[in-house]
């Protein structure tokens, strides 16, 4: 279903509930669109089930950004036929992100651990137990929603968002967790904070949707020796 948001932008609705398919089949519809290499074409931003088109409106309208489109999903919809000769590989990746969880670094841990009912350590163990998906990215460069946590520890955002949350802090919001690449505000968990940069301007993103993500422990002396701030 193609619907128009703006002057500029039109969306791409593939399903109507998240399925763990959908990240990996969305990022080869990206690429099949960036192959055609359209001058119009100003930037495709992924989510969980859909997929935002933004393009320049001066070179063509909506109808005509729409018929190209359509075109397109119908070549990637044949490609995702299991079976297909063109069925897109799997680039799938995994990541493994280290986290220096304690209070220290992650002022929610406790609280989250004792309104979950459990021990500080076992809420660690639970988080770094699990493979994660980055199902969309968002809100700043290079942040990705990763799912879906151990419901054991899963537990809603603050009621009030911190003003100000520390590059690299690790959060939890409900079934989901991420990594704030940039200080900004945020209502998330913290329950950690990760010495790697996943923005740069240069590089960009390091995370990219259908990416799976593992989590693991460092100590306080690894985490700053690794470039990480308290």
Not at 20 to 42: V, Y
Not at 49 to 60: G, K, M, N
Not at 87 to 105: A, G, K, Q
Not at 116 to 127: A, N, P, Q, W, Y
Request: charged share 25%; proline share 7%; hydrophobic share 35%.
């Amino acid at each position: 279903m193609i619907s128009q948001v703006s002057e500029n932008t039109l969306l791409i609705c593939v399903a109507e509930d998240i399925r763990d398919d959908l990240p990996g089949k969305l990022r080869a519809l990206c690429q099949l669109m960036e192959s055609r290499r359209w001058p119009w074409l100003q930037d495709l931003v992924p989510s969980y089930t859909s997929l935002l088109v933004v393009y320049d409106p001066d070179q063509l309208d909506f109808r005509q950004a729409t018929t190209a489109v359509r075109q397109v999903l119908e070549h990637w919809q044949e490609q995702s036929v299991p079976g297909s000769q063109d069925e897109p590989s799997d680039e799938t990746r995994t990541i493994e992100l280290p986290v220096y969880y304690s209070e220290e670094s992650g002022p929610d841990l406790a609280a989250l651990a004792k309104a979950c009912d459990l021990e500080v350590d076992e809420v660690i163990s639970r988080h770094t137990a699990i493979t994660c998906q980055v199902y969309a990215m968002g809100f700043a460069p290079g942040f990705a929603f990763m799912g879906e946590v151990d419901p054991a520890i899963a537990h809603p955002r603050l009621d009030t968002p911190r003003k100000q949350v520390p590059r690299g802090s690790v959060g939890i919001a409900n079934r989901q967790t991420a990594v704030y690449p940039v200080s900004s505000p945020g209502g998330w968990q913290l329950i950690g904070r990760c010495p790697t940069r996943l923005f740069d301007r240069n590089e960009l993103s390091l995370l990219r949707i259908g990416d799976k993500v593992r989590f693991y422990s460092i100590s306080r002396e690894d985490y700053l020796e690794r470039g990480g701030e308290l």
